[in-house]
């Protein structure tokens, strides 16, 4: 390892010394041979930096690094300056083939180095003839390179826009002439095939002339190259490629400004935004020409409107392949519409049938693409116009709301305000939300409906003649906010306002499970505010109520009822048992004590008898009090008492009905 890296150094060392020797004498112009070895090398660090140092040497040879070698009068010189050229034209083929192949940072390194060459060049025949000049040639070769379908060169375009593409505006026209002439081959294949008609479901002839995988790759790159195209608005911001190495070596910011563009080239054609524009819808025409793959296409009509319509200088030329975009139906017609009532709103394009192709995406699909929201949106602007016909308004209201039935709770809000919105600009249309009975003075129902759901027609699908029966299904919604958005709709009187189409506060089903799960369970749940009297607990009596506690206040102050946890329930049982327990143990300690009093009562039969006659009397006295406090309903049962419960009533009842009996027969006999 130490060995191969010391190798390394080494090598590394060999070229600075080359180097440094070609630029300090001319007689060492031979080492140039040894740094083009150096490029072939297997290592990309040792090949990156004999690139970077035979840019160097031929940029500080001073002779144009051999492109076009001046005239000398001497013969030796003219063969020098021929030698020079041929070994400048092998490194740039070397670092052009570079390019066409796998993405590596060798590859990024021969871009940075070919892209000094044009700055070089073009600063040089600028400063000479005092007028605009930019190295073409050399820049065509080098878009051509890159936009080879051989491979996907992500890195390498990203590198080229950030540090030219955007940096420099002649650099972009000059990429908008070039991209149409290398795009032009396959431009000829894709109109050749359409001449002889090719079966649908075939592929051009481009895509079967071309490998597998790199019609994509030839696609890809240019889309990405163009995509990142942002004209200049001002021509006071413009700037040029041929300053740019002025610029570098400034460092006062204001002087920088006043040097952007030099005095002699501030005319140039490509530093005008009427040039630039020019060149950008040839080259997006171009592209436009190619069957775009669907990927390709979903994502340049995302921002057709914003990024390419305001600079092209003829938007309605676009109306075709807008048009075949609309009618493809799926998300690109979705896509299309955006851009479509641009052309209609701002350049007053008549599209025909274009309602009943609008009607005609409403399906139910449509609420689970991405870009749902911003056809809602779209399609209520569309719907927007007064002088829509009744019945047309009628048709879309209806056909939304049948859609409903089987839309998620967000888009139902979302066609809800759609539907107020329509009623509210077209009041003929109120009809079908207050009308209870068909022309014919039945209910309707979803047989008996006279819409046709599966017409596309809208003077058809007799929309006017039907009900809104759907949102009295809606009403029956399990999310609130649907059914508050369908009570807003069945109102006698809508109000002033319209309603946004696109708030909602719900989101999809997953969205909404997250935001349920997520909820802070409380840890007492209050079931009900009152014991229940009836059902499987109507038995238990005070037992259950004593299970429940008065917890917390409520707004008006007073206390609220839960019912206790089943710990707590289990521990007032407990008690209770130990409670019953323990006056049992009473009772028998008391009775024990009562026998042993009797045993020696015996002892004197006397005293017992004397006692026996005062407690008769006694009993008689209190007999009498308890008679008349019976009659005067002021009776107490005394809880302490042992005997004398409800059982001893039952049994005195009992024996009074047998007397009453003994009595009836003694009548009879």
């Given amino acids: 390892m130490a060995s191969r890296l010391q190798q390394h150094n080494s090598v590394l060392e060999d070229i600075d010394r080359a180097e440094k020797s070609i630029l300090n004498s001319i007689r060492n112009v031979n080492k140039i041979n040894d740094l083009l070895d150096h490029i072939s090398d297997s290592n990309w660090r040792v090949a990156s930096y004999s690139a970077q140092a035979l840019g160097r040497v031929f940029i500080g040879l001073d002779q144009r690094y051999g492109s076009r070698p001046p005239p000398a009068e001497d013969e030796n010189l003219n063969v020098l300056n021929e030698t020079i050229r041929g070994w400048y034209l092998e490194f740039v083929r070397k670092c052009l083939s570079a390019l066409t192949k796998t993405e590596t940072q060798f590859t990024v390194e021969c871009l940075h180095v070919l892209m000094r060459f044009v700055i070089h060049e073009s600063v040089m025949e600028s400063s000479e003839q005092r007028c605009f000049s930019f190295a073409n040639t050399l820049f065509e070769k080098i878009i051509q390179s890159m936009l080879n379908p051989a491979a996907d060169k992500d890195e390498v375009i990203n590198v080229f826009v950030k540090n030219y593409y955007q940096q420099y505006d002649d650099v972009k026209m000059?990429?908008?002439?070039?991209?149409?002439?290398?795009?032009?081959p396959f431009i000829l294949k894709v109109e050749e095939g359409s001449r002889k008609k090719a079966k649908k479901g075939v592929k051009s002839k481009l895509q079967t002339a071309l490998p597998e995988g790199t019609y994509s790759n030839l696609v890809n790159n240019t889309y990405m190259l163009l995509h990142l195209a942002e004209l200049t608005l001002n021509e006071g911001e413009l700037v040029s490629l041929c300053a740019a190495e002025d610029l570098d070596n400034m460092e006062d910011e204001a002087e920088r400004e006043m040097k952007k563009v030099p005095s002699h080239m501030k005319d140039a054609a490509p530093l005008k935004l009427t040039i630039q524009r020019k060149h950008f819808t040839h080259c997006w025409e171009a592209f436009l020409s190619l069957p775009l793959p669907h990927d390709v296409l979903e994502n340049l009509l995302e921002t057709f409107d914003e990024r390419i319509m305001p600079h092209h200088s003829n938007p309605k030329r676009l109306c075709d392949f807008l048009g075949d975009a609309f009618s493809s139906r799926g998300v690109l017609s979705i896509l299309a519409l955006s851009a479509l009532f641009s052309l209609m709103y701002h350049h007053s394009l008549e599209y025909p049938d274009f309602f009943k192709k609008l009607?005609?995406?409403?399906?139910?699909?449509?609420?689970?693409?991405?870009?749902?929201?911003?056809?809602?949106?779209?399609?209520d602007v569309f719907l927007m116009s007064t002088m829509l016909p009744s019945g047309y308004a009628a048709a879309f209201a209806k056909r939304l709301a049948r859609l409903s039935l089987t839309a998620p709770p967000y888009a139902c809000v979302l066609i809800c305000n759609m539907i107020y919105n329509i009623l509210k600009r077209h009041p003929t249309c109120k009809a079908l939300?207050?009308?209870?009975?068909?022309?014919?003075?039945?209910?309707?129902?979803?047989?008996?409906?006279?819409?046709?759901?599966?017409?596309?027609?809208?003077?058809?699908?007799?929309?006017?003649?039907?009900?809104?029966?759907?949102?009295?299904?809606?009403?029956?919604?399990?999310?609130?906010?649907?059914?508050?958005?369908?009570?807003?709709?069945?109102?006698?009187?809508?109000?002033?306002?319209?309603?946004?189409?696109?708030?909602?506060?719900?989101?999809?089903?997953?969205?909404?499970?997250?935001?349920?799960?997520?909820?802070?369970?409380?840890?007492?749940?209050a079931t009900t505010f009152v014991p229940p009297s009836m059902g499987l607990m109507q038995h238990s009596g005070i037992s259950f109520t004593n299970n429940w506690n008065l917890t917390g206040e409520g707004k008006d102050g007073n206390a609220t009822m839960a019912y206790v946890d089943d710990n707590t329930v289990l521990k007032k049982a407990t008690e209770k048992v130990k409670q019953l327990r323990e006056k049992e143990q009473a009772l028998m300690l008391e009775k024990e004590l009562r026998e042993d009093d009797e045993s020696e009562s015996d002892d004197d039969e006397g005293e017992d008898d004397d006692e026996e006659e005062e407690d008769a009397e006694e009993n008689g006295n209190e007999a009498s009090d308890l008679d008349e406090n019976d009659e005067d309903g002021m009776l107490e049962p005394d809880i302490n008492m042992e005997y004398g419960g409800p059982a001893d009533d039952e049994e005195d009842e009992e024996e009074k009905e047998e007397d009453e009996v003994v009595e009836d027969d003694d009548d009879d006999d």
């Avoid at 000059?174 to 032009?184: G, K, R, S, V």
């Avoid at 009607?359 to 399609?379: A, C, D, E, N």
């Avoid at 979803?446 to 007799?462: A, I, T």
């Avoid at 809606?474 to 999310?479: A, I, P, Q, V």
Wanted: charged share 25%; net charge negative; with cysteine.
């Fill in 174 to 184: 000059f990429t908008f002439m070039a991209i149409p002439n290398f795009l032009e």
């Fill in 433 to 525: 939300i207050h009308r209870n009975t068909s022309a014919d003075g039945t209910v309707p129902t979803v047989e008996g409906d006279p819409f046709v759901f599966d017409e596309l027609d809208l003077e058809k699908c007799n929309a006017l003649e039907s009900s809104m029966w759907e949102l009295d299904l809606l009403l029956n919604h399990f999310h609130p906010e649907v059914v508050k958005s369908v009570r807003l709709l069945k109102t006698p009187a809508l109000r002033k306002t319209e309603r946004i189409v696109g708030k909602t506060s719900i989101g999809s089903y997953r969205t909404m499970f997250e935001e349920n799960v997520q909820w802070d369970v409380p840890e007492k749940v």
């Fill in 359 to 379: 009607y005609s995406l409403l399906q139910p699909s449509v609420y689970f693409v991405k870009y749902r929201t911003q056809f809602f949106k779209l399609v």
